[in-house]
């Protein structure tokens, strides 16, 4: 059997993105629109930042960091009502203390695409302009 009939497929996983609107309107409503909009964005950022942190983390096989990394994208991502994120982030927490560096590398790389996923569907949200 030759190689001319092989087919390549690439594999683009997506994830279900779980948002709780009612919390972003809740912040809105207690800081003020403009006030909310500050908080909701400065959230946004500290979440993209930590998610890049923690593929670094994992890279560098630093669980300890990685632990503590996904505590807090927990803590912001509650905060915000990403649900999905959230639940993913303590996943990797529950990981980090185990020796299964297959299961880690998959949730790690899972709580990223929640993460974009979950970022994206905030900032394409038509009711808030972040």
């Known amino acids: 059997m030759g190689c001319g009939n092989m087919h390549i497929s690439e594999l683009r996983?997506?994830?279900?993105?779980?948002?709780?609107?009612d919390r972003l309107e809740e912040i809105c409503r207690d800081l003020g629109y403009r006030g909310g909009?500050?908080?909701?964005?400065?959230?946004?950022e500290d979440l993209a930042g930590l998610l890049s942190q923690a593929r670094s983390f994992w890279?560098?096989?630093?669980l300890s960091?990685?632990?503590?990394?996904?505590g807090q994208v927990v803590r912001l991502s509650d905060r915000v009502g990403m649900a999905g994120l959230s639940r993913s982030a303590r996943n990797v927490r529950d990981l980090c203390g185990r020796p299964d560096a297959v299961a880690l590398a998959a949730t790690?790389?899972?709580m990223r695409r929640i993460?974009?996923?979950?970022?994206?569907?905030?900032w394409d949200r038509q009711d808030l302009i972040i």
């Open 13 to 21: 996983p997506s994830e279900a993105v779980l948002l709780n609107g």
């Open 37 to 44: 909009e500050a908080a909701i964005s400065t959230t946004l």
């Open 59 to 62: 890279e560098q096989d630093d």
């Open 65 to 70: 960091a990685l632990d503590l990394c996904a």
């Open 108 to 110: 790690v790389a899972r």
């Open 115 to 122: 993460g974009e996923q979950s970022l994206l569907a905030i």
